[in-house]
Nanobody, 115 residues
Framework: QVQLVESGGGLVQPGGSLRLSCAAS????????MGWYRRAPGKQRELVAT???????NYADSVKGRFTISRDNAKKTVYLQMISLNPEDTAVYYC?????????WGQGTQVTVSS
């Protein structure tokens, strides 16, 4: 069974940076599409960024140029580097793994952008 464990969330001032990490268990990380999603208070969960097994990336328009998704297959870890954070980025950030019809979610990590 796959487990995803996120880390790196916290409180940051507007304009600041954070790097989220998601460590995966199991043996399908390298062939899976990994993604970051977020749910802001009172809103539905939305896509932030994805990265395929071959390294192709996709970003929500709201984070393009500020967020960077990357992966380390040897460490079975996906990262989300976030810069120029603003209060609208406040949300619980979730890691996602997809491979064929299989999908798995992490428990989420809180990111709060506030002065």
């Amino acid at each position: 069974q796959v487990q995803l464990v996120e880390s790196g969330g916290g409180l940051v001032q507007p304009g600041g940076s954070l790097r989220l990490s998601c460590a995966a268990s199991g043996n399908i990380f390298s062939i899976s599409t990994m993604g970051w999603y977020r749910r802001a208070p009172g809103k539905q969960r939305e896509l932030v960024a994805t990265i395929t097994s071959s390294g192709s990336t996709n970003y929500a328009d709201s984070v393009k140029g500020r967020f960077t998704i990357s992966r380390d297959n040897a460490k079975k870890t996906v990262y989300l580097q976030m810069i120029s954070l603003n209060p609208e980025d406040t949300a619980v950030y979730y890691c996602n793994m997809r491979q064929g019809t299989f999908t798995s979610w992490g428990q989420g990590t809180q990111v709060t952008v506030s002065s």
